[in-house]
């Protein structure tokens, strides 16, 4: 009995020295009296806030505060009041990190001291390089010659640093990583942009095998399911881009039955293409990444998966992170996105109200005249969304309650118009209910959806226009993101017209 005692208690202090040494301090002395506040960013999923970045109030010129990370984390911080200043940080378990920034003659000189400053002294390695001189290119070649330009000018500076500031072991195979990893990450950022271009172009698709054989043979050079590399940014960054990629080259090919049975197995034949189009984002990034990934890349992707839900569209979130918890129940990253995520039930429980007014829900409107002649004299707001859209999800969730309640009392509907979704009414509604998106809502034909848009000039989701009193419409001037104070005083101007 004796043994499996001492061996117990000998997991517990493992256990407990492995939580003592997940905290890591900064702090931050500004000398400025004008700055009173500062942002922290983190590289991947960020530990240190849920939302992905947070700002903090500086107290007395100072930020102190002790963070739980998982394993070394990079960190950009900056000034908010006076934003002249701004700093790449490795903070990792058990650092102790002490930055002075001192402010003189205009410039900003910071000073790092502390555990783990010896990897924090002065060197860059970028997240990202944009080669926009390239940008025209129909072949990769003078990218991969650039990109191998930059690895050999990075690898020599690399070197340099590791001499010269003796850094921890674990910092050495950050940088190590970096290296590894950043051709592939460097040409997959290019084309993930690159290839609108190339499609553009006479002979596009023998163009697009090229620059996907290249880049298949980059991403072959390092295996991509690589725990031990989670420490690096660059490896973090480049799973971020891969499974984005993925997901936009699957839904590609989304028509196809193998594609269907291949990632929608658990359903029926006939409710697979249905189990699809009900999300085409958030599902199938789940899907890719239990086919594709394990262990703790599979972990870390769940988490970056929640993370992106947490500022996008909510579909599926609950169902999502429930599996996460199963699969990790004592993960660090579960309390992140649990606040989200208890918020997120009761905004699914919501039901439907008096408010929300459905004029069509079966595509039976085919001109924007129809929808005009339904508003005969009244000012109206149009949202042109869909529920597969992430950017409509975002606009909604930060600017639908704040329009309402400035226009409270006052003489102006709101419309959404869903387009592209007659396959999801169960969805449009969930959604609906989910967003509290109260007033008037038509589920467009497709020839609504293309008459409205041809009309208003605008060729992207969410579309915002104005529809005056008199029949007249106009595109929103508020942009995307939007510009709310932009919309409401263009929309003022359209209730006072007659």
């Avoid at 290296?179 to 698709?205: D, I, M």
């Avoid at 594609?259 to 199938?284: K, M, V, W």
Wanted: aromatic share 12%; charged share 25%.
């Amino acid at each position: 009995m004796k043994k499996p005692l001492l061996l117990s208690f000998g997991l517990f202090l493992l256990f407990i020295n492995q939580s003592h040494t997940q905290e890591a301090t900064l702090t931050i002395d500004i000398s400025s009296p004008q700055e009173n506040t500062i942002q922290l960013d983190a590289i991947g999923v960020n530990t240190i806030a849920s939302d992905g970045s947070s700002t903090y109030k500086l107290i007395n010129n100072r930020f102190n505060k002790t963070f739980t990370i998982p394993h070394i984390t990079k960190l950009y911080v900056m000034g908010v009041s006076n934003s002249n200043w701004s700093q790449q940080l490795y903070i990792s378990p058990g650092d102790h990190l002490h930055v002075r920034v001192d402010s003189k003659d205009g410039k900003d000189q910071i000073t790092i001291t502390g555990k783990g400053s010896e990897n924090n002294q002065p060197f860059y390695f970028p997240d990202d390089i944009y080669f926009e001189e390239l940008r025209e290119d129909s072949l990769p070649d003078r990218l991969l010659v650039a990109i191998q330009k930059n690895m050999d000018s990075l690898s020599q500076e690399t070197k340099r640093y590791i001499t010269q500031n003796k850094p921890t072991a674990t910092f050495e195979k950050v940088l190590q990583y970096n290296l590894a990893y950043a051709p592939a990450e460097l040409f997959l950022n290019f084309y993930g942009n690159h290839k609108f271009y190339l499609e553009t172009l006479n002979n596009s698709e023998k163009l697009t095998a090229i620059w996907k054989l290249k880049r298949d043979s980059l991403l072959a050079v390092q295996p991509l399911n690589n725990a031990g590399a989670l420490i690096s940014p660059i490896y973090k960054m480049l799973l971020g881009n891969y499974i984005s990629l993925r997901k936009e080259e699957l839904r590609a090919t989304a028509q196809s039955s193998d594609f269907l049975s291949t990632y929608y197995s658990e359903f029926p034949s006939d409710q697979r293409a249905q189990a699809y189009s009900g999300d085409p984002e958030n599902l199938l990034q789940e899907k890719i990444i239990n086919k594709e990934f394990t262990g703790q890349i599979n972990e870390y992707l769940y988490a970056y998966l929640l993370q992106m839900i947490s500022g996008s569209k909510k579909t599926n979130a609950t169902a999502i992170f429930d599996r996460f918890k199963a699969k990790y129940p004592t993960s660090l990253y579960r309390s992140l996105y649990e606040p989200m995520i208890t918020e997120a039930r009761i905004n699914e429980k919501r039901p439907l109200n008096e408010k929300m007014v459905f004029l069509d829900s079966s595509g039976r409107l085919k001109k924007l005249n129809d929808v005009i002649n339904l508003f005969k004299g009244r000012t109206v707001l149009v949202d042109m969304w869909g529920t597969w859209c992430g950017p409509c999800h975002e606009e909604i969730e930060k600017n639908a309650h704040a329009l309402k309640t400035h226009f409270k009392n006052k003489d102006l509907q709101f419309l959404y118009i869903s387009n592209y979704d007659l396959k999801n009414q169960i969805n449009w509604k969930k959604l609906i209910r989910y967003y509290n998106m109260e007033g008037s809502h038509v589920l467009a034909s497709r020839e609504l959806s293309e008459d409205a848009m041809n009309k208003t000039g605008s060729d992207s989701f969410p579309t915002y226009f104005i529809i005056k009193k008199d029949g007249t419409y106009e595109l929103s001037k508020a942009g995307y993101p939007m510009e709310r104070e932009l919309l409401i005083k263009q929309l003022e101007e359209a209730m006072s017209y007659h």
